[in-house]
């Protein structure tokens, strides 16, 4: 049975779908993408939300109708062994890597064990170009926020939020616990794709040793 969910108009060219969580709208975007429906000319996801953007020709009436019908996959947060994934090196340095494992109850090794062990979705991108929200990892590494943000995280610093992880493409602020850093660049405008992390890709985070 179809889940119903909000469409909302968003000017003269765009639909809202409010979808109220991230793995829905993993999901939505998952089976909309597997639709292939005509008349669509970019799909954007955010936290809870997906923007549909319209072609100049299409009536969004008709679009509207066809994006309420659309039943967001379950299980779609979850990568498989099967997907393609994109590997990260890690140097599981961070300086709350210490507060992290006593949030979670583990010993520092068993977090970055949980860390690489997982497979983790980029539900969306925000906050500054190339940084992505990862989900789908070990549920054990869900902490807080810090309660007070740095106010300079260095480029490629690693981080956990809430039920994300995710990589500082650039220096900028940040209150995420940090575990450790990459020397991957995220965004790089000389790439054909500049972000590393974009929308519907499977990571895997792999542990480097320190030189």
Do not use: C, K
């Not at 054909?192 to 990571?203: D, N, S, T």
């Amino acid at each position: 049975m179809t889940t119903s969910v909000t469409v909302l108009s968003y000017g003269d060219r765009a639909l809202l779908v409010e979808l109220g969580g991230t793995e829905r709208v993993v999901g939505y975007v998952d089976a909309l993408l597997a639709r292939e429906l005509p008349g669509v000319a970019d799909v954007v996801p955010a936290a809870e939300t997906v923007l549909v953007v319209a072609s100049g020709v299409t009536p969004l009436a008709a679009l509207r109708t066809e994006l309420e019908t659309v039943e967001p996959n379950s299980g779609s947060v979850a990568a498989t062994e099967e997907a393609e994934t994109v590997e990260i090196a890690v140097l599981y340095d961070g300086p709350d890597l210490a507060d992290v494992a006593r949030l979670t109850g583990l010993d520092e090794a068993e977090v970055v064990a949980a860390h690489t062990g997982s497979l983790w979705r980029v539900a969306f991108g925000g906050f500054a170009p190339g940084f992505g929200y990862l989900v789908g990892g070990d549920p054990r590494l869900q902490v807080p926020r810090r309660d007070s943000a740095r106010t300079a995280v260095p480029a490629g610093a690693v981080g956990l939020a809430g039920e994300y992880t995710g990589v500082y493409p650039r220096e900028s602020p940040g209150g995420w616990q940090l575990i450790g850093t990459t020397r991957e660049r995220m965004w790089d405008l000389e790439r054909e794709q500049p972000a590393v992390l974009r929308p519907g890709a499977v990571i895997r985070f792999v542990a480097e040793d320190a030189r």
